[in-house]
């Protein structure tokens, strides 16, 4: 990488790098294991002009996106985050007002986890989503879904149909687009001029703070803190005007914009965290010099548990088949001689091996049949909910292992960590 994809600077300095890995939702079929399987380098930089912490764009989201794996409704926890926003969101833009004719438009909008619960409201909404799989299980639901990739086109020609939209819902997607600028081009394209866009994206100040190196992945092209998310806005005509803290996925901001022209002033909410931030030093190199050494150590105490355990004649498999759980796998090397196997919830992903490390998938009952000493838990930002769904596993002794922050053991019956 050369260029900052934001502002164009040559200044970048070396954050974490992982090596190579797959792409992370890549997975395989049992046909293509003999078959050979691309890597690519992944290696966060951050640029000390902006400071957008970014990956070179060596795969298109053309080649992730057009069928992709990930279906959000299959978290029980997400389809509740979602229904709680659209709750909130109605009130604060004022959607759904008698007589009002409102439009919501969701960029990335998946198999229509949010979207559905607009349409239950009667509001008028559409979804913009690449991936035909699962913009197929959208419409599925009964929710207007356009297969398409948004840029300044797309944008308007979705005004241009449908009218500006009063909401634009974009979350999760602001890190997966190497084109920045022009899809924030995209966004102020689809909002009304006295409208509301509202972004969910993970917070660069946990992923340093927690460890949470596996969410770095080749889909993820950019990694925001709300300095950065700034800049970015405006590169489109976009004013960020207040900001939210969310827990999901490990930590994100929910970041509120409005077209410049119309903002006004912050408020105090975005004073407070960028303050934050600049006390974290992610204004300046100090704040990111660590942060590999902390990854090295994650990857060191997993190996060790696993190897130990092994030793003993304990068995241990996976939970969830996130694209994150990938790039530790990946990272760390770890291979069935160690995780036997890893279930998701997904019926897309059962028979299939996760890239590069090809461990098997199964169905999640696999789990109850075959009793194993461990459980380890991939998707670790859905920490409570999966603690309540894998209860079961105390009933023979079973614990479960998170990796990150650091390496705890849970006992499923007390949710007591011993270590």
């Not at 992709?68 to 709750?87: D, G, I, N, P, Q």
């Not at 109605?90 to 959607?95: E, I, K, Y």
């Amino acid at each position: 990488m050369t260029r900052c994809r934001l502002c164009g600077s040559e200044a970048t300095a070396s954050v974490v790098d992982l090596g190579a890995t797959p792409p992370c939702e890549s997975f395989l079929a049992a046909d293509q294991l003999d078959q050979p399987e691309p890597a690519y380098p992944l290696h966060l930089r951050v640029c000390t002009d902006c400071w957008l912490a970014q990956i070179p764009p060596l795969i298109t989201p053309e080649e992730t996106f057009k069928e992709y794996a990930y279906f959000s409704s299959y978290s029980t926890s997400w389809v509740e985050h979602a229904r709680t926003f659209v709750a909130d969101a109605v009130q604060r833009v004022g959607l759904g007002t008698e007589g009002s004719d409102a439009f919501v438009v969701e960029v990335a909008s998946n198999d229509g986890y949010l979207l559905k619960h607009v349409v239950d409201r009667g509001i008028r909404c559409l979804g913009i989503e690449p991936s035909v799989n699962v913009g197929a299980a959208a419409r599925d639901k009964g929710v207007p879904t356009l297969t398409e990739f948004l840029s300044p086109q797309t944008g308007a020609a979705v005004r241009e149909e449908h009218g500006p939209a009063n909401l634009v819902v974009a979350n999760n997607v602001y890190a997966h687009i190497p084109d920045v600028v022009g899809f924030t081009q995209g966004l102020r394209a689809l909002v009304a001029d006295d409208g509301w866009v509202s972004i969910e994206v993970q917070h660069l100040l946990t992923l340093i703070e927690e460890n949470q190196y596996d969410t770095i992945y080749h889909e993820h092209f950019q990694y925001y803190t709300v300095a950065s998310a700034i800049q970015a806005l405006a590169s489109g005509g976009l004013t960020l005007v207040d900001v939210e803290l969310l827990p999901t996925h490990g930590g994100s901001i929910r970041l509120w914009a409005r077209p410049a022209e119309v903002a006004g002033e912050p408020t105090q909410r975005v004073a407070d965290v960028l303050a934050r931030e600049k006390a974290a030093g992610l204004q300046e190199l100090s704040g990111y010099t660590e942060f590999s050494a902390r990854v090295a150590k994650v990857r060191r105490d997993l190996l060790k548990f696993l190897i130990e355990a092994a030793e003993r004649g304990e068995t241990v498999v996976g939970y969830g088949a996130p694209g994150k759980g990938n790039t530790l796998l990946n990272h760390c090397g770890i291979r069935p001689d160690l995780l036997a196997y890893t279930v998701d919830r997904n019926p897309y992903k059962h028979g299939r091996f996760t890239p590069g490390t090809r461990i098997p998938i199964l169905a999640p009952e696999q789990i109850a049949v075959d009793k194993p000493d461990y459980v380890l838990i991939l998707p670790w930002n859905l920490r409570a909910e999966l603690v309540e769904q894998l209860s079961y596993v105390h009933e023979w002794g079973g614990r479960l292992v998170f990796p990150i922050p650091e390496l705890s053991i849970v006992e499923a019956a007390s949710r007591k960590v011993t270590a």
